[in-house]
């Protein structure tokens, strides 16, 4: 009989995880809170660097394509001309196509992306995803994990118990406030709007100097990244993929700004992001003329044709503990230590977190040896974050 795991979060993290010790023969249980069976990727794009590419080329067994190669991009000069930006070629796909290639892998939930999933193999453990539950807290029990959940629609408490706990809750982590009351979730000082548009609602000139290319636009103490991905359900092809676009700007929290960006069209204020389709429409379009009024024309018609911004603060979180109960709970990815999204790491600090495990799954490193890596690779990656950003 294969050990048990446990993973707290049904996110990038948590997937990556969850598909490793599957393969390893655990049984798996992911306990997801979002009541939807399928998690919404709203068409944000994410890099995959170097770690997201080993962990696919050992784990992933559905082998489609997914990746939009993003070479350095153009910009326009003061006399409307385009000129060659200095940067790397970043590999860049979408979160809800992640998540979709990796659930395929983990469960065999076939979707729009993935229509026929791979079949488990015989050395696999069991994979369960359970939506719709809440985690309340965990404990070291006689050698397991127990690990208390409820369920979100009926309210019932529930107890699971495990070898192993994989804690990828995100950046606002349930469980990580509690085991490490002390590291608290402070704000960056500064927000982003973010949204998409298929090519082939844009102007053909400026997908000639927009598309497949990663283009950063700087402008006084705000700046905008432009790239390109695949939609969520896959599709790669030209004229269907999407200019995805990040619009950075300072504002301190008790900014005048503040209060009506993170309040929704319904008049309920957010503490962290306000989803697609309930951003104010006065704000938008109030967006959208200063997009006109700062960002060169092609650039500015991706931002103000895109139809469904959504805005999100910048959180950092930075743990001093990694693993906990003798070895047998682990935090990863952002529950773990948030990257600020400027420069892209957050989804390979999430495969570098589940790499590094593997090791200790294979017996190749001890928990103690993998949280001293995990933490030294994460508080490097947000040091350069922080330094990156040096318009602020």
């Not at 508080?379 to 040096?390: C, E, L, T, Y």
Request: charged share 25%.
């Amino acid at each position: 009989m294969g050990k048990d795991a446990v993973i707290i979060g049904g996110s990038i993290g948590g997937l990556m995880c969850g598909v490793m010790l599957k393969h390893h023969g655990y049984n798996v249980t992911i306990l997801e809170q979002e009541i939807s069976p399928r998690r919404e990727g709203y068409d944000a794009g994410i890099k995959v660097g170097p770690a997201n590419e080993e962990f696919l080329k050992r784990h992933d067994r559905v082998k489609r394509d997914m990746i939009v190669k993003c070479d350095p991009g153009f910009m326009i000069d003061v006399n409307g001309r385009p000129r060659p930006q200095r940067g790397q070629t970043m590999l860049m796909t979408s979160w809800g196509l992640m998540v979709s290639v990796l659930r395929a892998n983990f469960d065999s939930l076939a979707s729009m992306a993935v229509p026929v999933a791979p079949e488990s193999q015989p050395t696999d453990g069991k994979a369960e995803f359970r939506f719709g539950t809440r985690v309340t807290d965990i404990e070291d029990d006689n050698g397991k994990v127990k690990v208390n959940f409820l369920n979100a629609e009926s309210g019932i408490a529930q107890t699971l118990f495990s070898d192993i706990a994989i804690v990828a809750d995100g950046s606002n982590s349930h469980i990580r406030n509690t085991l490490l009351p002390e590291v608290k979730r402070e704000y960056s000082g500064y927000m982003c709007w973010r949204g998409t548009v298929r090519e082939g609602d844009i102007d053909e000139k400026w997908n000639q100097i927009y598309s497949e290319k990663a283009t950063f636009h700087r402008m006084e103490r705000t700046y905008l990244l432009n790239y390109t991905i695949p939609t969520d359900n896959g599709d790669l092809t030209r004229d269907q993929r999407l200019h995805n676009w990040i619009w950075y700007s300072n504002h301190t929290s008790d900014s005048p700004e503040m209060t009506p960006l993170f309040t929704d069209r319904n008049g309920t204020s957010h503490h962290g992001t306000v989803p697609r389709g309930l951003v104010r429409p006065d704000l938008w379009e109030k967006q959208k003329d200063l997009a006109r009024t700062l960002l060169p024309l092609g650039l500015a018609a991706i931002v103000s044709q895109s139809k469904a911004p959504f805005v999100t603060k910048v959180y950092d979180v930075a743990s001093t503990k990694a693993s906990f109960f003798g070895g047998k709970v682990f935090l990863v990815g952002d529950a773990q230590t948030t990257l600020r999204p400027n420069v892209g790491m957050g989804t390979t600090h999430a495969a570098n977190d589940c790499n590094e495990l593997e090791k200790v799954i294979d017996g190749s490193a001890t928990p103690e040896q993998w949280e001293r890596a995990v933490l030294r690779w994460g508080a490097a990656q947000r040091r350069f974050a922080m330094a990156s950003v040096g318009i602020f």
